[in-house]
């Protein structure tokens, strides 16, 4: 079992710029790909961010490339999502996601989820 704990969501205005951040405790970290998703209310849960193991693999959403940057540090056993340059449309719960293997980019492969946390992004 992997547990999974976001942190870091807020309120923020157009253009600001916010740091999630995911501790992962339980089985050992490194033997996990983690990806960040989102959801916003009556819409899908859609891929933001994915990371491997070592962290030199990323894979990004379309919507979100050159905006967020997803890393990890693996002697904390925690990953992080910077989010810059947030536009309105980046309002969601966002979730923290551990699968063993390789990282992908459908949240159905994932294992384990957090419980979210709750990113405003105000006009």
């Known amino acids: 079992q992997v547990q999974l704990v976001e942190s870091g969501g807020g309120l923020v205005q157009t253009g600001g710029s916010l740091r999630l951040s995911c501790a992962a405790s339980?089985?050992?970290?490194?033997?996990?790909?983690m990806g960040w998703f989102r959801q916003a209310p009556g819409k899908e849960r859609e891929f933001v961010a994915a990371?491997?193991?070592?962290?030199?693999?990323?894979d990004y959403a379309d919507s979100v490339k050159g905006r967020f940057t997803i890393s990890r540090d693996n002697a904390k056993n925690a990953i992080y999502l910077q989010m810059n340059s947030l536009k309105p449309e980046d309002t969601a719960v966002y979730y923290c996601?551990?699968?063993?293997?390789?990282?992908?980019?459908?949240?159905?492969?994932?294992?384990?989820w957090g419980q979210g946390t709750q990113v405003t992004v105000s006009s």
């Open positions: 996601a551990a699968r063993y293997g390789g990282s992908r980019t459908n949240w159905d492969e994932y294992d384990y």
């Open positions: 339980g089985r050992t970290f490194t033997w996990y790909a």
């Open positions: 990371i491997n193991w070592s962290g030199d693999i990323r």
